[in-house]
């Protein structure tokens, strides 16, 4: 057996240890130690980048869980501080529910992996436009309320809109928005000019564009300006 391939045996051993055989001339002793030096960075590392989902599941599904992500998994990044996204790709393309999961897991996950992945973002605030330290997100449950407390069975008639960003101290601040600011901010994202957003945005409500209505509007703006969300 080749080197390569011994070093491909051990690193299946420890991604699967229930299901690989133990390697010729290592202990199972001295092989547990590896096999849990390696499940416990892993599994430290989500349950710190998923605290609320941590606390939500029973411990012996949530092991179930991180080992079935560390055996089926490919991951696309070396880094350490990654691991939380692809632990929220592997949920979103590969995870099985079992009887008795969240029926709100995935927008959970999602929700408190936007507040790392913005804290740890290189983006910058730019000089001009939307800044992409700020993203507007919609969810079916209520996920900013979701606790030990608070655990719906059903998602709300109305969907939960949220702007989450990154301000000029560094700091991830959430806002929760109506429907109609959740649909300018989206439009402002993606590069359309405010007044043009509002005008889109009054047709399709079926709002007057008037005086009124765009007074209301840049309240809204000039907030989002003083907070480093929006630079017209």
């Known amino acids: 057996m080749s080197a390569i391939e011994r070093q491909q045996q051990f690193a299946a051993r420890i991604r699967q240890p229930a299901e690989q055989p133990l390697l010729d001339g290592i202990t199972a002793e001295r092989m547990a130690v590896y096999e849990a030096l390696f499940f416990n960075n892993i599994e430290g590392f989500i349950s710190g980048a998923f605290p609320v989902l941590h606390r939500l599941i029973e411990a012996s599904r949530w092991q179930r869980l991180v080992r079935s992500f560390i055996a089926e998994h490919q991951a696309r990044t070396p880094y350490f501080l990654e691991i939380s996204q692809e632990f929220l790709a592997w949920l ?61 069975a059903t998602p709300p008639a109305e969907p939960t809109c949220l702007l989450v960003w990154r301000d000029g101290q560094d700091k991830v601040r959430f806002l929760q928005l109506s429907p109609f600011a959740y649909q300018l901010a989206a439009r402002l994202q993606a590069g359309a000019e405010a007044n043009s957003a509002l005008y889109d945005l009054a047709q399709s409500h079926g709002l007057p564009a008037d005086k009124h209505y765009f007074s209301n509007a840049k309240m809204l703006l000039d907030d989002w300006q003083c907070q480093g969300i929006w630079c017209p």
Do not use: T
């Open 92 to 152: 979103q393309q590969g995870y099985v529910a079992e009887a008795g999961d969240p029926p709100f897991i995935l927008e959970l996950a999602h929700y408190e992996w936007v507040e790392l992945a913005l804290d740890v973002s290189e983006a910058e605030l730019p000089a001009l436009g939307w800044s992409p330290l700020a993203w507007p997100l919609a969810y079916q449950w209520p996920v900013q309320r979701i606790g030990v407390d608070y655990q719906p």
